[in-house]
């Protein structure tokens, strides 16, 4: 038996996870809520004949992560967790205030954007390294369950405040009034998250949190061999990318589909259907894969359902003319997309950490991440080659992708690891005794 401290401070270091990740969030998807009137406020901005301004401030998220995740990994192993969240905090108050003081220069807007999405760059990388050396073995589940959930909670909140701070309906003479406010409250929003943030953190508890020696570490270049060498990981891999992918491009362009569904206002309602259904879903099917011991099974069954869920919105006014309505109709297909969507992330996530057995645990979630990234970047550019406003065909490609997701899931196989699972983690724990301080 060894005896480990947790000190109580670990739960400010996990409000400083959350508070930067908070900080960071907001800004990439709180223009998608009222994205007629922020394409309408920026029009003529010098980038419009290749993408609206919503798809351009979204995309910059996606593609700096690609191109910075690795470079962020270096930073917080150069310089540690205290200097690299001390870095992120500046990059959102430098973009945040950039926002703030420029809302209506579309180019410094997007160069302010940058900055942030570098900020998110280095937090989401830093996430499991902090919890490991804060958090006991026990305790680690929870506080990762708790940053995630941070996200989703992001994602509700743009969805909730930009309509309401925004005059979106669409035979109000006032329409768009209150854009400049709502960038103006983000922007300062997140600058104070970030600064206390900043404050709260430091780099390791006076003694470590846990006994258990930690996996040893892999580069990216031996991990992608392993990746490779593992068909049911691979395809999980490209599975879940694909869902992500998805998901994300239906909440970068909500207001679109709104509109094209037949949405009069931007009032955010379909974006909010589908985290409802998300949040749902992620609390229930992850604990029930938990209790049953099937990651495949319930994986599998958040890509079945995620067809229906599409095909709903696809054909919400032939459905809506027999029964209810078609607003009706998009808000429930829209909810089935999230059930499934959003619960397949915390499945797929402990899925592909079990079936990569062998490979450090902090590497697969960083390829997920990245590959899932990757993945969005695609789905969202085919969606601005191909159509101008999202129309039935994107809707379609998307339900053939998820098709193809939910074909190529019944090919995985299931974890050897989940049926001794619990026995592992007790022997794990047992191994020692935390004294809370």
């Given at each position: 038996?060894k ?22 969030e907001?800004?990439?998807l ?57 870095i ?31 900020a ?17 073995i ?41 854009f ?13 998250l970030?600064?206390?943030?900043a ?10 949190s ?33 869902g ?20 009069a ?21 992850p ?65 592909a ?47 053939v ?29 047992n ?7």
């Amino acid at each position: 038996m060894k005896s480990v401290r947790a000190y109580r401070y670990r739960w400010f270091i996990l409000l400083s996870l959350v508070l930067l990740i908070l900080s960071v969030e907001i800004h990439w998807l709180n223009l998608s809520p009222v994205g007629r009137v922020a394409n309408d406020f920026y029009v003529g901005h010098g980038f419009q004949r290749l993408m609206n301004p919503v798809d351009l401030m979204s995309l910059t998220y996606l593609v700096v992560f690609v191109f910075a995740s690795i470079p962020s990994t270096y930073v917080l192993h150069k310089l540690g967790i205290r200097w690299a969240i001390w870095i992120a905090s500046i990059l959102v108050v430098i973009g945040s205030v950039t926002k703030l003081v420029y809302v209506s220069h579309f180019n410094l807007v997007l160069v302010g954007q940058f900055f942030l999405a570098l900020a998110q760059a280095l937090v989401l990388t830093s996430i499991t390294e902090i919890i490991s050396r804060w958090f006991p073995i026990r305790e680690r589940g929870m506080a990762v369950g708790l940053t995630s959930a941070s996200l989703y909670f992001s994602l509700g909140v743009v969805m909730v405040l930009s309509p309401l701070m925004v005059v979106t309906k669409a035979n109000d003479p006032a329409w768009g009034s209150g854009f400049e406010n709502m960038m103006r409250f983000y922007g300062i929003l997140s600058s104070l998250l970030a600064f206390v943030a900043a404050l709260l953190i430091r780099e390791n508890p006076p003694t470590p949190s846990s006994s258990i020696p930690e996996n040893p570490k892999e580069d990216y270049k031996t991990s992608f061999k392993t990746l490779n060498a593992k068909a049911s990981l691979t395809g999980l891999v490209a599975i879940f990318s694909i869902g992500w992918g998805v998901l994300m491009t239906l909440f970068i362009k909500i207001d679109e589909i709104s509109e094209y569904l037949g949405f009069a206002d931007s009032n955010g309602f379909l974006g909010i259907a589908m985290l409802a259904g998300g949040m749902v879903g992620a609390i229930i099917l992850p604990a029930l894969s938990d209790r049953f011991r099937r990651r495949k099974l319930f994986f599998m069954f958040c890509n079945v359902c995620s067809v229906p869920g599409i095909l709903l919105l696809v054909f919400c006014q032939q459905i809506g003319s027999v029964i209810l309505n078609g607003e009706a109709i998009a808000l429930i297909g829209s909810s089935i997309v999230g059930l499934s969507l959003l619960a397949s992330i915390p499945i797929g996530t402990q899925y592909a950490a079990e079936l990569g057995q062998g490979v450090s645990e902090e590497v697969i979630q960083g390829m997920l991440l990245l590959f899932s990234q990757c993945a969005c970047i695609i789905i969202l550019s085919i969606s601005v080659i191909l159509v101008q406003k999202y129309s039935t065909l994107m809707l379609i490609i998307l339900g053939v992708l998820l098709a193809g997701g939910m074909i190529g899931s019944v090919f995985l196989k299931e974890s050897n690891m989940i049926v001794t699972e619990e026995e592992r983690l007790k022997e794990a724990i047992n191994q020692e005794i935390v004294h809370l301080q």
